[in-house]
């Protein structure tokens, strides 16, 4: 099944939770509700949401309870990006102009601090405190994601284990935390609840690694901004640190992003792709998005042989080969 079928199974919910999304920023304050709303116009595949649905799927089904996590959980992810796109100097995100370049990074800063906070304050509607200690958990940990990232900003001396923790932090939580929401709200039993947990993180590992490829490998049509962004914010993936284990290739490697370090960036990055392009770290990179997908459809066994578990195996092969 491709993935716009699924979507239009849940058209109606996704439906009510996209209005629910407008109706939450909507503020008394014209550049924040207009910044709110450039980035939510600004689309996205709302996998978290579905995520949350799905999940829920898995207990007592009721959208009125349910989307008091989907929405949050959407809102942290947009307020997310906006901080990103500051920190890296991005001028573009899904081929429409980011909330700093339309705007400037104050507001920016301030437009996130905003949904961060009505995230907050929505799932506030449920009583149950685990979904609250589980969400500010997750808050935590992706802060200390973004810190991470930074740190190792042009680090050629990360490793793999480096990696994997900081897009643990970055992605794949919050897509885990939202399968696993969307039960607990539905008052799945526990074991439910952790199974959806490790297919959602399994999944956001997969489709975070993927992304990365896609910013060395797609054109600028397919990912909605110029290829080689991250090497010129200075984000060093795991493609280019399997190519950096290549002692034939690491030199040359190493002199490239040295250069485009004292460029800032700014400057050609042609060679520096033809060589990650050419190199063993695209297809290991490859190669571990689909363990990880494997990992996520094999957390699902055991589970109800429901719908919704056909729909998440369904989502899990469209992350372990999208183009976009």
Known sequence: MKLLDLYAKLKKDINLIEKELERSIDVNHPVLREAS???LKAGGKRIRPVFVLLG???GQYDLGRVKFVAVPLELIHMASLVHDDVIDDANTRRGQLTVRSKWDNRVAMYAGDYIFAKALSIVTQLPDPSIHRIMSNALVEMSIGEMEQIRFFFHTGQTVRDYMLRIKRKTALL?????QLGAIAAGAPEQTAKRLYDFGYYTGMAF?????LLDLCGTEKEIGKPPGSDIKQGNI???VI???QNPQLRPALLEEISRIEACDGQTDISAFLNMIRRSEGISRAEAMASTYIDKAIRSLEGLPNIQAKKDLVSIAHFVGNRSY
């Open 37 to 39: 709303l450039h980035l």
């Open 56 to 58: 829920a799927k898995f």
């Open 175 to 179: 897509l885990a935390i939202s399968c």
């Open 208 to 212: 975070q690694i993927r992304d990365d």
């Open 237 to 239: 993936t795991i493609p």
């Open 242 to 244: 399997f190519a950096l």
